[in-house]
Nanobody
């Protein structure tokens, strides 16, 4: 059984940075693809970034160059470094995992989800 727990959210101002963390509990973390998604009030859950089992990354266009996803296979962790935050980045951020190792941009491609961490960016 896999569980995911996010942390690192908070309330910041435009231009600030945050680093989100997600701890993976389970076996064979290094074979999983990991993703970050976000959901604003009244909106669907949207793709932000993914990293596959080999470290290949894909980003939402609007966060490319500002956000960086990374993983530490020794610690079973995945991170989302968010720089130059904007008010439109405000959302609950979710960590997700799928066991076939393929990074996907569709939420339905992920089997396991964390509970989310709130990020609020004020102007």
């Amino acid at each position: 059984q896999v569980s995911l727990v996010e942390s690192g959210g908070g309330r910041v101002q435009t231009g600030d940075s945050l680093r989100l963390s997600c701890v993976f509990s389970g076996d064979s973390f290094n074979t999983y693809a990991m993703g970050w998604f976000r959901q604003a009030p009244g909106e669907e859950r949207d793709f932000v970034a993914t990293i596959n089992w080999s470290g290949f990354t894909t980003y939402l266009d609007s966060v490319s160059g500002r956000f960086t996803i990374s993983r530490d296979n020794a610690e079973n962790m995945v991170y989302l470094q968010m720089n130059n935050l904007k008010p439109e980045d405000t959302a609950v951020y979710f960590c997700a995992a799928n066991d076939d190792g393929v990074g996907r941009i569709a939420a339905r491609g992920y089997t396991y989800w964390g509970q989310g961490t709130q990020v609020t960016v004020s102007s």
